[in-house]
């Protein structure tokens, strides 16, 4: 017996489900839509019953200026009726918009830097910023006006069939003419549209790493060429986009005229049927005023057809990221122990990135506890920083338990544990923002005292009293106006505001002149005091200061005990110092 595949809903099925979370907002705008058509009927009415009694049964101004009072307010309630509808609309999408920032963002957090390495931020920043934005049309207009477009031209029918059956008929039968050619011409439009948004998203991604690299691309006169190149990916786009709407353009002149012919051959009628007698002026006029709303509605649908196109070929970009896979997370999360002093142990832990690549960490067992500093070095491509990785939960082994005093890592919140872990990199990313808001990173509520203790400690003080505003200085995007020694001791700040009893770092003295490095490494000799700490090493110095030197190769230990032992051992280790290889 075959099993069937469970079947993956289309972007168009998943943009539809969002619906459900502003329900009774999109009902509210339906609601108020349908109300407005309503009104619009009863205008109709009133505006043809007026016109018959004064040029058909000859009425006095007098006569007629009860019914004449009613259009007034009539056309008031209309007006406030279809903008509150747009508004509730606009608010239900904007909602949506806003859900679907904050669940790509919370997915891009739970991925980790290990899932999102090969991401383009370029192309991130695209789907996260145009890519939702795309989806407005889809539920402030389009899906709105799908349920007005089913409730409106009916109702007006029901109005006009007591007037004249013969229009109603015509109505009828001319009406869906124009869904089936929205729907006809439209369907070539959903390929061009995933093509533009592609462009797009491409387009994004490569300028924003040239803008990034501008200075490189300068220093190797290649900034023309990439000028050339972006002009290129922009011209695609430019293409793209020009297709989309010449579908657009063609599809409105179509309803357009199908409309116009449609309402031309009633009113053609009309004349012909009201010069033989064969009906009454008030019914006719009825008819020819109801005539263009009756397919407004249709014609309109098929512009918001356009912006259901332009949400499905972003929608599926988003949904695919908002699909990112995460580490899963304990169901319910287990305390996390006493955490003072530290002991961690790797039992045993295997990873791998992808169910058929080699493992990035086989079998390895190791251990850590409060006041040790211990060195990870190894071959690149040995699996320290995917170690290092498992330790910060971005991701769960696939074999093994990564243990914290006795209790099972992957049972723990990955959040309550990284508020205990704190991490230095080689290249620290400074925020655009003050002096403070920087280092205030390690510790959101820190007051100024707090603050400029923990910029002491990372010998950051003398820096940051020389700065203009102190503390209040705003330092530029990535660090700019602070060498990279200062950059580094800001990091530090960061971990000494933390205070977290377990430290990973990798390598934060690499390229630094003497006089920096010894800064740093003095503060992390300072930091490391009692504290546990993981170093990622590539340079002998980091060495010197750790305790025990872990050597992987290829996914394992090694070998591991004191740098001196480890040099006269003859292994991996000593033939690596001996090559100037990494330590
Ligand atoms: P190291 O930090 O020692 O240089 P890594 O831990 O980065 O080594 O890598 C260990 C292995 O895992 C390497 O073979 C590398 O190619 C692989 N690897 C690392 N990151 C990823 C990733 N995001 N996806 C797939 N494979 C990866």
Same mark, same amino acid.
Request: with cysteine.
């Given at each position: 017996m075959s099993t069937k595949a469970p079947e993956i809903p289309s972007p168009e099925q998943r943009l539809n489900l969002l619906k459900n979370r502003v329900k009774p907002t999109l009902a509210l705008a339906v609601g108020l839509g349908i109300a407005g058509g309503f009104v619009l009927i009863a205008q109709a009415l009133i505006v043809a019953g007026l016109v018959h009694r004064v040029m058909v049964n000859g009425a006095g101004y007098r006569e007629v200026l009860p019914q004449l009072l009613r259009l007034p307010p009539l056309m008031l309630v209309r007006a406030a009726l279809s903008w509150a509808s747009e508004r509730v609309a606009f608010a239900a999408s904007a909602l949506i918009r806003q859900e679907v920032r904050n669940d790509l963002f919370q997915r891009l957090l739970d991925a980790g830097p290990l899932r999102l390495k090969g991401d383009r931020a370029g192309e991130v920043a695209t789907v996260i910023v145009d890519g939702v934005e795309a989806l407005e049309g889809y539920y402030s207009r389009y899906l709105p006006h799908l349920a007005v477009m089913a409730m409106v031209p009916l109702s007006i029918l029901a109005a006009v069939v007591p007037a004249d059956w013969i229009s109603a008929g015509i109505m009828l039968f001319t009406a869906p003419f124009i869904p089936f050619?929205?729907?006809?011409?439209?369907? $070539?439009?959903? /390929?061009?549209?995933? /093509?533009?948004?592609?462009?797009? @998203? /491409?387009?994004? +991604?490569?300028?924003?790493?040239?803008?990034? +690299?501008?200075?490189?691309?300068?220093?190797?006169?290649?900034?023309?060429? #990439?000028? $050339?190149?972006?002009?290129?990916?922009?011209?695609?786009?430019?293409?793209?986009?020009?297709?989309?709407? &010449?579908? @657009?353009?063609?599809?409105? *002149?179509?309803?357009?005229?199908? @409309?116009?012919?449609?309402?031309?051959?009633? =009113?053609?009628?009309? +004349?012909?049927?009201?010069?033989?007698? +064969?009906? %009454?002026?008030?019914?006719?006029?009825?008819?020819?005023? *109801?005539?263009?709303?009756?397919?407004?509605?249709?014609?309109?649908?098929?512009?918001? &057809?356009? %912006?259901?196109?332009?949400?499905?070929? =972003?929608?599926?970009?988003?949904?695919?990221?908002?699909?990112?896979?995460?580490?899963?997370?304990?169901? =319910?999360?287990?305390?996390?122990?006493?955490?003072?002093?530290?002991?961690?142990?790797?039992?045993?832990?295997?990873?791998?990135?992808?169910?058929?690549?080699?493992?990035?960490?086989?079998?390895?067992?190791?251990? *850590?506890?409060?006041?040790? /500093?211990?060195?990870?070095?190894?071959?690149?491509?040995?699996?320290?920083?995917?170690?290092?990785?498992?330790?910060?939960?971005? @991701? *769960?082994? #696939?074999?093994?338990?990564?243990?914290?005093?006795?209790?099972?890592?992957?049972?723990c919140d990955p959040d309550q544990w990284r508020r205990l872990v704190a991490w230095v990199p080689q290249r620290p990313h400074i925020f655009h923002g003050t002096m403070r808001d920087n280092i205030r990173l390690g510790r959101r509520d820190a007051a100024d005292p707090d603050i400029l203790r923990a910029a002491g400690l990372a010998r950051c003080e003398e820096f940051i009293a020389r700065l203009p505003q102190g503390l209040d200085t705003v330092i530029g995007e990535q660090g700019a106006g602070l060498s990279g020694g200062q950059a580094r001791r800001i990091a530090l700040a960061r971990v000494f505001l933390k205070d977290s009893p377990l430290i990973i770092t990798d390598e934060p003295t690499a390229g630094l002149d003497a006089r920096s490095e010894a800064m740093v490494r003095e503060s992390l000799n300072e930091l490391a005091r009692g504290r546990a700490v993981l170093s990622i090493a590539h340079r002998l110095a980091t060495l010197e200061d750790a305790d025990r030197v872990v050597v992987m190769n290829e996914g394992r230990i090694v070998e591991q005990g004191g740098y001196e032992e480890l040099k006269g051992a003859g292994g991996l280790f000593a033939r690596m110092a001996a090559a100037g290889e990494g330590p």
């Open positions: 050619f929205t729907i006809l011409i439209g369907r $070539g439009a959903e /390929r061009l549209n995933q /093509r533009q948004w592609q462009s797009l @998203a /491409r387009l994004g +991604g490569y300028f924003l790493d040239r803008v990034n +690299g501008l200075a490189t691309l300068r220093m190797f006169n290649a900034s023309r060429r #990439e000028a $050339g190149m972006i002009a290129r990916i922009s011209d695609d786009y430019r293409l793209a986009t020009m297709s989309v709407l &010449y579908v @657009a353009f063609l599809s409105a *002149l179509v309803l357009e005229f199908f @409309a116009t012919v449609s309402v031309a051959l009633m =009113a053609v009628i009309i +004349g012909f049927r009201l010069l033989k007698g +064969g009906m %009454a002026f008030q019914d006719g006029f009825t008819v020819l005023l *109801l005539a263009p709303e009756f397919y407004l509605p249709l014609r309109l649908m098929g512009n918001y &057809y356009h %912006a259901r196109m332009e949400a499905i070929g =972003a929608a599926e970009r988003i949904f695919s990221m908002l699909d990112t896979p995460v580490a899963p997370r304990p169901l =319910a999360p287990c305390p996390l122990p006493a955490i003072t002093p530290l002991r961690i142990c790797f039992e045993d832990v295997s990873f791998r990135y992808t169910p058929d690549s080699a493992p990035a960490i086989d079998g390895v067992t190791l251990s *850590l506890t409060s006041g040790e /500093r211990v060195a990870l070095v190894g071959p690149s491509g040995a699996g320290k920083s995917t170690l290092a990785a498992l330790l910060l939960c971005f @991701a *769960l082994p #696939e074999q093994g338990r990564v243990m914290v005093n006795g209790v099972d890592l992957a049972q």
